[in-house]
């Protein structure tokens, strides 16, 4: 798994690896839940193959995500730190590989390689400005500005070529920028025929800079 790092994380590849040392590989199907949000803490899971995502969810069964994950990349530290219930719920979206590293282990670990210990905090301060700022973005942006900025900050660029990895449907993407699948496809729409992305397979290229403003 070392050629998979971690999206804004302090790991690096070598770092997971160690981790994945101390847990055992399950396969998961699609759509199971793997964590519910007020369970109590007993694991942290990282994924190997496959597709997860973090979402809160009302009585309603309405969902914001919070976040998708894939290969590399790992959850459920956080309330294993603090030893609280989970403050989130995952899902798989697609067949998985997740390796699941039991409390214990998971310590055992600090113990051994306390170097990574420092960088989970790191990593965990990162990903709290990120929320932070998605719920600024929530309250004070537009929808056309969330996207903007979700999109953004998603993007990769390799070879030449400004992409986002994570193959995302309209509704996805809405459900990321906390709006309505209907708003999201006339934006995704206007921003292609302006030249501006296209969309291959589910997958957004990035063509030119995305306009701070969307014409009509």
Known sequence: MGSHVPLFSEL??????????????????????????????????????????????????????????????????????????????????????????????????????????VKLIRTMSRRIRDLTEDLSNCALKTVYQRLRSKLNKLTVEQDGRRFIPQRMTHQEIASLVGSGREMISRLMKKLQRGGYIEVRHKQIFIIRELPRNLPG
């Not at 998708?68 to 989130?88: C, K, N, T, V, W």
Request: charged letters at 30%; glycine letters at 8%.
């Open 12 to 117: 690096s590849g070598r770092d997971i690896d160690t981790i994945s040392s101390y847990g055992q590989l399950h396969t998961y199907p699609r759509n199971c839940i793997l964590i519910q949000k007020g369970d109590e803490s007993d694991c942290l899971y990282i994924i190997h193959e496959g597709r997860v995502k973090v979402y809160v969810s009302d009585e309603y069964g309405a969902e914001i995500i919070l976040r998708y994950q894939g290969p590399g990349e790992y959850f459920g530290e956080l309330a294993l730190i603090d030893e609280e219930p989970r403050s989130a719920s995952v899902a798989t979206t697609e067949q998985s590989r997740l390796i699941y590293v039991s409390r214990p282990r998971f310590e055992d670990c600090l113990r051994d390689n306390p170097e990574i210990a």
